[in-house]
Each structure stands twice: as structure tokens, then as C-alpha cells.
């Protein structure tokens, strides 16, 4: 069953806007009575049947609720440092969204190697990623931030820092993390994080890890990271 994204719900009707319309209507020609899945953000999966089929404005009725859709026991929030290719640092997001993550905050680190990010754009694809691996609750795209601000935050359940300096006492993130508990994790830029920032996040309570023998780029430790959560909590 087709699905797709749309926040204007009104009595029981949503409204689709120009891309969703155009896909609807134009490119899978689905017609008046055809059923399909909706998404909001709300981590309701509906599904409904569309009776509006206009490129334009398409409209779809609601027939069935799905309230918790998909919802995990837990929380995953990774902070990772953009990479210098943009298009790598967007595979990252469209996967992660893909595996099931909860937020994502590009990190400015003392090495990283791009300081913006299109927020917009990785809103995009994390919203395609949605519906693609058919999930309902919305993965929170932060907006850039330091790290010394972000450690500021209020981090929920365990905290982890990923580097590669085999030389600093590491533990194997699968022996730390415990299944079911909320995790934030700390991806640094391929310089590594600094000495000073490893020495700043332990102090505020991050734990250093690692994410297995092999030297990882910066994308990929985040994937593994995020992948690593999804196969614990099994």
C-alpha cells in the first residue's frame, strides 16, 4: 500500500501539497476510492481512502487509525560532526531515519571540516526516509550546535563519546549499552574528537567507546552506532 506525508488534517480529511499531490496523482495515478497510508508526525499510521485525486491539491479521508505505530522503548539521539562531503553526511540521516532514530544534531567540533548544514534539505530526506521504511514517529533534525553548548544539554539515559584514540581506556558500546534504556551518542569528525573534548564530555558524565577493530569514517561510525542500538533492543 502507497503512503505518504501530510500535516493538514482537518475533520477527518487530509490535505496533500504540491509534491505529494503530483506523486499521488500523476506519477502512481491512483484514483478517487483507492486506498492508502498517511504519516503526520504524530505516530499515527492512518489509513484512508483518497477522494480528491488532483495534482494540485489530492485528498484522502481517514477510514482507520493506527495510534503508536512502530514505537520504540527506547530513545536514540546521535551528535555527529558534518563531514566535508555534504552527500555523505545526507546518506548518514536518510539510513539512520531508515534503522529508527529519534534526533539528530549536526555537532561543531575543534576538527570538523564543514560548520553548515542544509537543515531544510536533511528535513526532506529524513521525512522520504519516513515513508520509505514506513514509520510514524518523526525523527527531530536539530539545528547545528557546538559542542561545548551541547554539552550544556540535558543528555537522557546513557552517554557515550565514539573515538578512535586506541590509546584512551575504551569499552565496546554493545557491552555498555544496556537494551531498552535511552542513549545519546557522540560521533566525532574525522580528525577525531580533540583531547580537550574528550576530557570536557567525560567530566559531564559520556562514557568513551568504540564501535569495533575497524577505523570507520565518520558517516559510517554513525550508522554502525545507530545500527548497533536497533540489533540490542531486538
Known amino acids: 500500500m502507497h503512503i505518504f ?3 493538514e488534517l482537518s475533520e477527518g480529511i487530509f490535505t496533500f501539497n504540491d509534491q505529494e499531490s503530483i506523486h499521488l496523482s500523476r506519477v502512481l495515478r491512483l484514483n478517487v476510492g483507492s ?3 498517511v504519516i503526520n508526525n504524530s505516530g499515527t499510521l492512518y489509513e484512508c481512502s483518497i477522494t480528491l485525486s488532483d495534482p494540485k491539491r489530492s485528498q484522502a479521508r481517514v477510514l482507520k487509525e493506527l495510534p503508536g505505530f512502530g514505537k520504540r522503548d527506547y530513545n536514540l539521539h546521535i551528535a555527529i560532526a558534518p563531514t566535508k562531503n555534504n552527500e555523505r553526511f545526507e546518506w548518514f540521516a536518510e539510513k539512520c531515519v531508515e534503522l529508527g532514530i529519534d534526533e539528530i544534531t549536526p555537532l561543531l567540533c575543534e576538527f570538523s571540516e564543514r560548520t553548515r548544514v542544509n537543515h531544510e534539505r536533511l528535513e526532506r530526506i529524513a521525512v522520504a526516509a519516513m515513508k520509505q521504511s514506513v514509520k510514524a514517529y518523526p525523527t527531530l533534525i536539530n539545528r547545528t550546535e557546538d559542542f561545548d553548548r551541547f554539552m550544556k544539554n540535558n543528555h537522557r539515559g546513557h552517554r557515550f563519546i565514539a573515538i578512535c584514540d586506541d590509546s584512551v581506556c575504551r569499552e565496546s558500546l554493545k557491552k555498555l549499552y544496556r537494551a531498552g534504556h535511552d542513549v545519546t551518542i557522540l560521533i566525532g569528525p574525522e580528525g577525531d574528537f580533540s ?3 574528550v576530557n ?3 567530566d559531564e558524565g559520556f562514557t568513551t567507546v568504540h564501535l569495533g577493530p575497524s577505523r570507520l569514517r565518520t558517516e559510517t561510525a554513525g550508522i554502525a552506532a545507530c545500527c548497533a542500538i536497533y540489533l540490542l533492543n531486538q
Open 200 to 202: 570536557m564530555a567525560v
Open 5 to 7: 506525508y501530510s500535516t
Open 195 to 197: 583531547e580537550k573534548e
Open 35 to 37: 486506498t492508502i497510508r
